[in-house]
């Protein structure tokens, strides 16, 4: 399962997994996302809060996940990932090669830095 927070007045999303993702996860994360899109051509920034990386349900998940990766990341301007794991602290280096959103880590005690940063894209 998956919650989504949208942050209409800074074009921002918050995305928290709880649990291993689903196909259906990212159908409803594109389907907010798209919404987004329409009112303003793209996304100032998507926030996810992670404690651990909850890993896919199965390989229809991780198709899932690539599609969207590769249908909306030109139109996402920066990425947050609020986590405590140091592990995923590799994201960033790895995924910037890749796609086109800025990407940075922050701690789970770094919430409000992190939002400031996705809406100004300033730290």
Do not use: C, Y
């Amino acid at each position: 399962m998956i919650v989504i927070e949208p942050l209409r007045d800074k074009n921002i999303l918050i995305i928290t997994p709880h649990g291993s993702l689903e196909k259906a996860d990212f159908e409803t994360i594109a389907n907010e996302v798209e919404l987004a899109l329409r009112s303003n051509g793209k996304l100032n920034g998507l926030m996810i809060n992670i404690e651990s990386f909850p890993g896919w349900k199965n390989f229809e998940a991780l198709a899932a996940h690539l599609k969207f990766v590769s249908g909306h990341h030109r139109r996402i301007e920066r990425i947050a990932v609020v986590t405590s794991r140091r592990l995923l602290r590799i994201i960033p280096a790895v995924a910037g090669l890749f796609v086109h959103p800025e990407i940075r880590l922050f701690d789970l005690k770094q919430r409000a830095p992190a939002l400031s940063w996705l809406e100004t894209g300033r730290l």
